[in-house]
């Protein structure tokens, strides 16, 4: 249990919980911030989406088919290569 533990707390981003006032009622919503970045290649299959981070440090979260969020350094070539992809894959769906 305690290993499991360890990997998803390197893994999984840290989620952070704030509030939003609205004009009638304050309403809670959920922001993911990437705390620490994964060093390994992910594999191109599963990943679905992504969202460009840069608090606290420049990264790019992925998605992937299961919703499993994964932060990896922005400035590295498979990376790159992976939101080239996605984008691909996007634009196929929208024909």
Not at 3 to 24: H, M, R, V, W
Not at 76 to 86: G, L, M, S, T, Y
């Amino acid at each position: 249990k305690q290993l499991y533990l360890n990997i998803l707390k390197k893994f999984i981003p840290f989620s952070f919980y704030f509030s939003l006032l609205g004009s009638a009622s304050s309403q809670s919503m959920r922001k993911f911030s990437c705390v620490t970045l994964s060093p390994k290649q992910l594999n191109f299959r599963t990943l679905v989406s992504y969202e460009r981070r840069q608090i606290p440090t420049e990264a790019i979260m992925f998605i992937t088919a299961k919703g499993i969020r994964i932060c990896v350094s922005a400035n590295q070539k498979w990376v790159q290569d992976a939101i080239k992809k996605i984008d691909e894959r996007r634009a196929a769906k929208r024909k």
